[in-house]
Structures are given as structure tokens and as C-alpha cells.
């Protein structure tokens, strides 16, 4: 809270100084962005201050008396202002007359670059060539993959990947965030980072990569937008409707998302369990109803040239209407279970930040962040010759942060990061049984304190980065049972230090080597420490474990890129009291539980490889090999198991005439282990076509998914007294039809969408 205080008593230092100000624009009246202001003394023009314009062509300098304003930038006459005061308003620069014409010097950016930490897709030319969209940006992106329906977005060997605009977390639910990636135009962006392996800096758990995407920062006055409409057809329909605004003015950006999705979605399992001599089959069908309005209003306001405040308001309602219903039989004996599962959610998110940062690239931020949570589950079960239950859980969780991070710049080309965190994390649960008098209570409390630093420095063909960050943590768990019992579980305190390092180097012109090694913390979600159990049907129940305890990560990862296209990347993973969901029998009844299952060693081979065959066939090839090795003990016993396995997946892009394009996309995962689950192979081929209208403004779609049929999961766990195979398949085959329009001004401002310093947090309670 120290750094929040000194920022706001800046601000207010800043607000009682008289300011000189104004905006620089060329003869048509664009402004531009990065020109030089000198304010110099008219006796002996010594300069007093110093500064540059923003991307809207605004600036600011404190006012002085006896002074002068020289105004400068290439390619135009030198402008000079005498005793300026005040508002200068629009100041039009002049170009030089003795510019050459005619002449036009062009550079082509690198398609893969790579940095001491991260890797780095410029959006050049070549790349508008192949991509419409940010998220078809991401599909080109090395080891990045998008699921088949486009509802999540991973790297081979990680956990998980949090997606980033600008340095700022995106803290959408998967769906929207898919959606926000569509609206945004390929042409707006800059660059796309991928951190395999992310630095001290960033807040990430686990073994989570990190995605950021940098927006082109050109700015002019005005309105711009994009409206997304796309409707899918399988057994059932969905769709999704949202809309992207943005509005800019040289000093204010306001940007606000508008979400909402519907539809209803089938999954079939067929699943035979041995239960001693007895053999129990199974037919589930399970139907998912949802309806998820979002909207999300981000806003950023230039103090001056250098400091920038901003907000958010995000707030998130789904309503689920969950069914399912089983048959299982076993001895000629055969029961029916239905259950109606609705549940509502609630999400709202504040957050306040500033910024400070000047033209030498030294930076000062800090975030306060405050965001509520509330679920309520309902789960109504019958079942024949049993008496009907129901279980209602509610969830109230609430996450309060406060962060601040400082980076300085020398010109020796050393850099160093230092930052703070605290967080609190209250959740309080309450569970009520239909055939049990009372309520269960559980109350958990987690406060976090957290700091890091990074040094670092390039130096010819070498480059290397040195990183620590520390981590304190306390938790505690207080409950009650329906029958009045009182246990505190758990109750602990732990401190990590957590390193990063990095090396890189450039042996040769267009080849790059880079080595990293990082470690992180994994806390458990909030809503699998929860001590309820409750039945699904007569022989499955789930139940909760607060005794879990925090995974940690050792990433260690070499990669190599040549020519710029390709790249290979070798990854070792070692996880230390690995938590996954897990099953036990208790007689004839399974039972499924997280829980701390010992070790798991992960290797990981990586390729990326674009090719152009004709300038209007395109295609991207990607390929990863993958070893998981898993040892420890479970509940049904020791476990020592690993698997080799692979992916392999084709994107090939083809330009017709009349403004067309042909998508064709193949996938192929072969048979995996997790834990004591052995997973079959799938595999999905999918075709689109699509049409540019508008004046390339828009674009109308239709796509086919899974044309084969070869979607689908196999199961088979063969571990202690579990045996059983359950055979599962959902509407993967569908027919969607897409339209996108952007409309206004497209060179407008977006917002640098705010980090939320509660990103962690809120992904841990089940986001």
C-alpha cells in the first residue's frame, strides 16, 4: 500500500505545478507520435526539460518563465515557440523541402525472433499472408496450439497458458477471451511473445507459459468497433454474439467488451467397471444449457506525456442447466439415475492502476485490485429404489491485491526489475444435504507476500538474465460438519525462493540458441479443498481434500531457431508433490478425490515450420514428442508408470479468387498416460471457407469440424482394485457459420487491457 500512497501523492504534486501543453500533428492533421520538446532559457538557452510526444501526438512539460519551446522531428522544419504558456493546442510541423521523393527504404522484420526469455513473432507481411486475426496470429506461434473447439489455447508440456495484451493479463473466461482474439485484426498488431519458461517478473503458477500480444500503438481521434456473430450446429445449437468498442481522444482510451454466448452441448460415455466378479456397465448421456452474458470496460487517461491512469470493471453472469442421465446394470440387476444440476455464477472485478514511465524506458506501476465471487450449485439426484437427494453448495470467495513493479534502464544496455505483491484470499463455503439435518461450513484464509528482482544485460552475441523471486505464504481452514464437529485443516505457513536464469546466444547470422531454467508454486484451486462429498450415481462420488498441499515446478528448457521459420525446442519438467485428480474404491463404490500423487518428470521435443509452396498455398506444420514419467503413491498404491506420445498437426491456407480462402486443418494425438489414466489416440480434420467483404472490412464464413468422425476419448485404468474402460464421444461433428465487421476508425487507441494483480487467484478459483 506504500507504493499505492506515493503514487496518488505524486499525483497530487503533479496536479498543482502549472503545465505547458498541447498536440503535434503533421499538415493533414495526423498526429505524431515520439516527436522531441526542448524547453530551453532565453538567456543562454541552457535546456531546462526534456520530453516526448505519446502515440496521440499529446504532450506535457511544467511551465517556466523566460523560455522557449523547440519542437523537432526527422523529415520536418524545426518549430520554435517563444515564452509559451498554457494550452498550446494543435501545433502543425512543416515537412523540410529538401526531402527526397520517390525513394521508399523498406526492412522486413524477422518472423521468429529470439530474446533472452522469450520468443517473438514480428507481424510482418509475410505473416498478414496467413493470418485474418489475432488468434489465427497465435495458431502460427511455435508450440502454441488451439483446441479443436477453439475454447482454449495451450503449449506442448505446460499446464496451462495465460494470455496477455500489451504486459497486461487478460482475465476473460476461455470462451470470450477466443472471441476478444477474433475481433482484433491481424494488422493491428505488432508482435506476438511467447514465454515458455516466464521470468521472476511475472506472477504465473505452476508450469504456466505466458502469451503476450502487443498491439501497434498508431493513434488518431475516433470511434472504432467490431461485431462478432457465429452460430454452430451439431445435435444442438450455439452461439455467440459480442462486440468489441473502442473510442480514443489524445489523452483518454476507453475500451469495453460486450459478451453473450448460449447453446446446448451433448457428451455420451460408455464405461465397464470390474467390481470383483461382477462386471457393471454404464450409459451416460449428458446435456450442458448455458447462457453467458459478460462485459468488461477498461479505461486509461494520459496525466501527461510520461504518467497514465487507468480502471476496470468486469463483471461476468452464467447460468448453467446441467442433466444427465445414467443406466447402469450389473448381475441382471439395472438402475436409472437422473439428475438436474442448475448453477449460477457470479464474477465481479475493480481494479485502480498508474503508471509512470519515461523515454529511457524506465517504469513505475501499481495495480489495487479488489474482485467477489459467487456460486451457488444445486445437484438434485433420483434414482430408482432410492431415496431422492439433493446438494446445494454455495461459494463466496473474495480476492483482495496490491502490487508494484519498478524497471530501470541503463545505457550500458543493464537492466533491473523489482517488484512487490500482497495478497488475501477469503472463501467461505457452505454445503446442505437433503437427508442430513444441518450444514457443513468451511472457511478458508490465504494471504501471500511476494517480491522479485531480475538483472540483466545483452552484449554482442550474448545475452543473459538473472532472476529471484520469493513467495510467503499462509493458509488456514476452520470447519464444521453437519453434526456439530469442528476440525482446522489446514494450517501452515511456507516460504519459497524461486529462481530464474537465463542464457541465450547467436552463433551464426539467422541462428539463435537459448537456455532457461525457472521454478514455481502451485497452489491448490480453492473449490477442490472443499471437504464435501456428494453422490453421481449409485456407485460414483465426489469429495473434496483441504489437506492438499502446493506442487512445485523445476522448467528447464533449450531451444534453437534457424533461418527464421524453424524451430526446435527440448523441455524437462520436474514437478514435485504433483496434485491430480485421482479414484479409489471403497467397496463397490468409487470415489474421486485430488490428492498429492508423489512425482512427475515430463520431456518435451518441439517443431515449428512454416512453409510457402505458391504464393496462394500456405501451410504451417507443427510436431511434438513427449515423454510423462509419474511415481508415488496414490490410494489404491505405488504407481511407476511413463509413456512416449506424440502430436502432429497441419493448418494449409489457399487464396482464390473473388476474395476467397480455403482452410484446411488436420490433427493427430497418439495414446497418452496420465497417472493411471491411459488415454487412446484422437484425431480431427476440419475445412473452411470464407469470404472477404466491405472492402476487406469484414468476412463472412462457413466451416465444417471433425469431417471423419475421429474425435473422441478412450479410457483405461487398470491400477489396484480399479479396473474399468469408459468410452466417451460428443458433438464434434458441426457446421458454424461466422460474420465479422469492423467499422470506425481502425488507427483508434485500445486500451492496454489492466492487469488484474489478482490473475492468479481468481484462475485458482475454477475461472
Known sequence: MKFGLFGIALLGSLAVQAQLSGTVTDEKNQPLPAVTLRLCTNADSAVQHTTRTNTAGYFQLPQQANTYLEIQHTGYQLRRITNPTGNLGRMVLTPQANMLGGVTVKTRLPFVQQGTDRTTISINSQVLKLADNALDVIRLAPGLTISDNEDAIALSGKEAVQVMINDKPVRLSSRDLVKLLKSMPAASLSQLEVMSNPSARYDVTGNTALLNIKTRQHVIRGLTGNLDASTSQGVHNMGDVSGLFNYGTPKLAVSTYLGWHYGAYQTRYNKETMLNSNLLAQQNTTLDKWRDPVVRLTAEYHLNSRQTIGGLIEREVSTNKGSYETTSQIARQQTNTYAYNPNKRYWTTFNINYRYADTTGNEFTVDVDRAGYTKEDTSRIATDAQRHLQYITHTVITITTAKADYTHNWKNKWKLEGGVKLSAVNTDNRFTQSDVPGNDYFVYREKVNSAYANLSKNYRKWGWQLGIRLEQTHVKGTGTDAAGTHFQRPDSAYTNWLPAIYLSWQPLAGQHLRLSLNQRIKRPDYTDLQPFTYQTDPYHYQTGNPLLQAQKNTNIELSYTCKEKFTLTAAYTHTGNYFNPVQYRKGDITYQTTQNAGTMNNWDINLNYPITIRKWWTMVNKASGFYNHFSGQLLGGMLNIGQWSYTASTSQRFTLPAKLQLQLSARY???????????????????????????????????????????????????????????????????????????????????????????????????
Open 669 to 767: 494425438a497418439s495414446p497418452v498416460t496420465n497417472l493411471i489414466y491411459h488415454q487412446g489416440s484422437n484425431a480431427n480434420v476440419s475445412l473452411g471457407l470464407s469470404r472477404k467483404l466491405f472492402n476487406n472490412k469484414g468476412s463472412v464464413g462457413i466451416s465444417v469440424s471433425d469431417i471423419f468422425l475421429t474425435q473422441r476419448n478412450i479410457t483405461t485404468v487398470n491400477f489396484g482394485s480399479l479396473q474399468y474402460t469408459n468410452y466417451s464421444t460428443w458433438e464434434s461433428r458441426r457446421i458454424s457459420l461466422r460474420f465479422n465487421w469492423r467499422f470506425g476508425n481502425t488507427k483508434v487507441q485500445q486500451t492496454q487491457d489492466r492487469e488484474t494483480g489478482n490473475s492468479d487467484e481468481k484462475g485458482r478459483s475454477g475461472k
